[in-house]
C-alpha cells in the first residue's frame, strides 16, 4: 500500500513539475498593459477558456492531490 501511494506521489510530483512548465510567465500579460492593450479587456471574458486557466487549473488539483498523498503517507508510516 505504501508503495503504491509513494508511486502515485511520484507521479502527481513530475505532473506538477510539467504543469508549471507548460504555463506561460505572469509577466507576459505586464507588458501589454504598460503600452496599453485595449484588446485585453475583451479577451477578459473568454480567460476560462485558455489553455493557461486550463492549466492553472490542474496545477490546483495535481498540488492538492500531491498535498493528500503526502499526508496519508505521513500517516501510514
Known amino acids: 500500500m505504501t508503495l503504491a501511494i509513494t508511486i502515485l506521489q511520484l507521479l502527481c510530483g513530475l505532473a506538477v513539475i510539467v504543469v508549471v512548465l507548460f504555463q506561460s ?3 507576459s500579460g505586464l507588458s501589454a498593459s504598460i503600452s496599453g492593450g ?3 479587456s475583451f479577451l477578459a471574458r ?3 477558456k485558455t489553455l493557461d ?3 492553472a ?3 490546483k488539483w ?3 492531490l500531491f498535498i493528500v498523498l503526502t499526508l496519508v ?3 501510514l508510516q
Open 73 to 75: 503517507l505521513n500517516i
Open 62 to 64: 495535481i498540488g492538492a
Open 53 to 55: 486557466a486550463k492549466l
Open 46 to 48: 473568454n480567460k476560462s
Open 57 to 59: 487549473k490542474a496545477t
Open 25 to 27: 510567465g505572469k509577466n
Open 38 to 40: 485595449a484588446g485585453d
